[in-house]
């Protein structure tokens, strides 16, 4: 069973670019996490999302950041415009329908010139 | 301040020698997570604790979760070099259902 899974793994954008991160649940999992961490900050929470619902977006930005997880296909986590600021790991996690334990994929580390 | 408290924030032992990390939240805790990461890398799923007094061990560690103080521990016994890495907890809290509010860290090096 293929754990979570995140493409790129590394991505460098220049600033003003757009940058689109995936994640793949585990299978069988239909909860995804979207979580940023930032050097001096630990790790905190952005969006919760089931198939096709926003559950929770509370820690995520209001502008120019959005994320989905359609019915097929992995969840998406877009960022737009991006600054020096948003320079940061993205880790994706995901959980089954009922269990609340959270399994993390290796992460996507976004670099902003 | 935060809402999740670790403690050491690094700690630094000779292999073979016990250790204990602490992890003491500010509001009430509806399931305690822990988890390892390695420097650069995903993080890599512990235990889980959800009633006080529950206690889990997985190999050389142990969780568990004081429900009266709001907190939870981490004990290795015997540490190697590949207990090396960062330790978090995380946690619910309060009706954020899935959202997981996370302490600061704790860096763990083990000298062989």
């Known amino acids: 069973n293929a754990g979570v899974m995140q493409n790129p793994r590394h991505l460098v954008r220049r600033r003003g670019q757009e940058a689109r991160l995936r994640c793949s649940p585990m299978?069988?999992?239909?909860?995804v996490y979207w979580y940023r961490q930032l050097p001096e900050e630990g790790l905190k929470f952005m969006v919760y999302?089931?198939?096709?619902?926003?559950?929770?977006e509370s820690g995520m930005p209001k502008e120019r950041f959005s994320a989905e997880f359609p019915k097929e296909g992995p969840s998406i986590l877009r960022i737009q415009q991006v600054v020096r600021g948003d320079s940061a790991a993205y880790f994706c996690?995901?959980?089954?329908?009922?269990?609340?334990?959270?399994?993390f994929g290796p992460g996507t580390r976004l670099t902003v010139l | 301040s935060q809402e999740l408290e670790q403690s050491p924030q690094s700690l630094i032992v000779q292999e073979g020698k016990n250790l204990t990390i602490n992890c003491t939240s500010s509001?009430?805790?509806?399931?305690l997570y822990w988890y390892k990461q390695k420097y650069g890398e995903g993080l890599i799923f512990l235990m889980m604790?959800?009633?006080?007094?529950e206690e889990k061990s997985h190999e050389k560690i142990t969780a568990k979760l004081d429900e009266k103080k709001q907190q939870s521990s981490l004990h290795i016994t015997a540490s190697q070099p590949s207990h090396a890495g960062i330790y978090l907890c995380?946690?619910?809290?309060?009706?954020?259902?899935?959202?997981?509010?996370f302490g600061q860290g704790t860096i763990l090096t083990v000298h062989p």
């Open positions: 996690a995901s959980s089954p329908p009922i269990l609340n334990t959270q399994y």
């Open positions: 299978k069988g999992h239909s909860h």
């Open positions: 999302l089931q198939k096709e619902n926003i559950i929770d």
């Open positions: 509001k009430t805790l509806y399931g």
């Open positions: 604790l959800q009633k006080g007094g």
């Open positions: 995380g946690a619910l809290m309060g009706t954020s259902y899935g959202k997981l509010t």
